[in-house]
């Protein structure tokens, strides 16, 4: 049986409410059990969950059915990657304790059967969004993180979920196709094969189901995202595909 790649990202789980993340969360584990015959790795690209922070002893609550089928397939020896987003960049040693993932804070090279993989969740990268770059480094340094952690998390949780409540998803902002010139990843995705060659520059973060073609050799994918897209990315050993999923 051929073993594929596959590439997901932006669940937001949490996102907009209980019940609607619920449904998704389930979604998504039916997604798993129908690629797992066929996964020899999982990339989950960022943004998994819509807020999460690891305290000293303490996670957040819920989003049990994704983690215990993530720890099922691991278990069966399908190497997982768990990317930093930017809703989720406080992911810390839990899920390499207590499931085995690797987690990727930046970027990622890989390269598999000759074809060269840049990845990365996409935020911060590209031209313009100067307060997002300087607030990613406010939120990222150790020292930041620390203070956070000092609140109980019954008020870090509700500044989160506040904070969360504003964000493009949340407030059902719908993305629209900016034109390749003006879509920042491709822009950046541009810059770097200026420098170096890869096949694939595979990125979440944008919510839009993007498939670019940016030479005759290299191509930037956007993986989009759960809410209103269900899609993702499996490469089969030959070709990279942008798919969706449609079961229940």
Known sequence: MTKNIYFASDFHLGAPN???SRKREMHIVNWLNSIESTCEELFLMGDIFDFWFEYYKVIPKGFI????KLAQMADA?????FFKGN??????DYFIKEIGIEIISDELIIERNGKKFY???GDGLGPGDAKYKFLRKIFRNPFCQWLFSVLPPRIGMFVANGWSGNSRLANDKKEVFLGEEQEWLAIY???QLQKEHFDY??????????DIKLNSNS???NLGEWINYNSYGVFDGQELRLEYFKGN
């Open 65 to 68: 059915r994704l983690q215990g």
């Open 77 to 81: 020896g399908i190497k997982i990657y």
């Open 201 to 210: 520059f595979i990125f979440g973060h944008r919510h839009l189901p993007l």
């Open 119 to 121: 990845l990365h969740h």
């Open 189 to 191: 995705a541009k810059e």
């Open 87 to 92: 809703h989720d960049m406080w992911v810390n």
């Open 219 to 221: 191509r930037y994918v």
């Open 18 to 20: 209980y019940d609607e």
